[in-house]
């Protein structure tokens, strides 16, 4: 007769208890591991989009809006330039600008941004010439005297300024602060500017064209500007 000896079958039953118990604990780890990675790779890829969104509407809008009516300077039969007589003509306009409620500064350095201008006849991707920022100017004239004097391209000219009818070398746009809070190139919150263009002769615009100004900085959207030249009856031409 086989004798058992009393509790192996009971101590057998253990081991495999405990061992089931390991197995079960390694598979919890396992999957425990494998639920943060999973998890970690979700929050990247949510941020990441977060990011891209954010950026993506910085991009799309526009950090610039205008802040006032457009003008311009008219060139009619009792301006000085006699090429107006017959068929008046607009020697330059200024378009103010200045940073939405809430949106980020431009810097508008020559480097950093280029102004694209369009009409009835011309097509040019950038005329900007570059900013002047050393001090205010409250008056176009002013501002183009001192592009003149910086000789800046399209203002290298003596005594070259749009505003007393003696039209500039080549179509060309220079910015400008009215008001002004430091004298770098960045307009900031508070600050206002002015985009001013002057006409080549050849190219100044008449009544019923359609002008359009855009405002390229680095980073964010553009601002664009357009405008149809109304009668011109005299000097300063309101633009809307």
Same mark, same amino acid.
Request: aromatic fraction near 4%; proline fraction near 3%.
């Given at each position: ?77 009792? $301006? ?5 007589? #017959? =068929?008046?003509?607009?020697? %330059? ?5 200045? !940073?939405? &409620? ?20 011309v097509e040019y991707d950038d005329i900007y010439s570059g900013p002047i920022s050393a001090e205010e100017h409250r008056a176009l004239k002013g501002a183009f005297e001192e592009a003149n004097t910086d000789s ?6 003596? $005594? ?5 009818? #003696? =039209?500039?070398?080549?179509? %060309? ?5 009215? !008001?002004? &809070? ?59």
């Amino acid at each position: 007769m086989k004798l058992q000896r009393k509790g192996t079958r009971h101590s057998h039953r253990g081991v495999i208890g405990v061992e089931s118990a390991i197995v079960m604990i390694a598979f919890v780890i396992v999957a425990a591991a494998l639920a943060f990675v999973v998890l970690n790779m979700g929050f990247t890829t949510s941020q990441k989009a977060k990011t891209t969104i954010i950026s993506g509407l910085g991009e799309s809008s526009s950090s610039m809006q205008v802040a006032g009516k457009v003008t311009a300077v008219g060139c009619t039969s009792t $301006s000085s330039d006699t090429t107006c007589a #017959t =068929t008046p003509k607009i020697n %330059a306009t200024a378009y103010p600008i200045k !940073v939405t &409620t809430g949106g980020d500064a431009v810097n508008l350095e020559l480097a950093t941004t280029a102004v694209k201008y369009l009409s009835n006849s011309v097509e040019y991707d950038d005329i900007y010439s570059g900013p002047i920022s050393a001090e205010e100017h409250r008056a176009l004239k002013g501002a183009f005297e001192e592009a003149n004097t910086d000789s800046l391209t399209g203002f290298s000219c003596d $005594s070259c300024n749009p505003v007393n009818g #003696t =039209t500039a070398s080549q179509t %060309a746009a220079i910015i400008y602060w009215s !008001v002004q &809070t430091n004298t770098n190139a960045i307009l900031d919150q508070g600050e206002h500017a002015v985009l001013a263009i002057g006409f080549a002769a050849a190219e100044r615009p008449q009544a019923l064209d359609k002008i359009r100004a855009e405002i390229i900085p680095a980073t964010g959207a553009s601002l664009s500007v357009e405008r149809q030249v109304p009668t011109i009856t005299t000097s300063v031409v309101d633009l809307g």
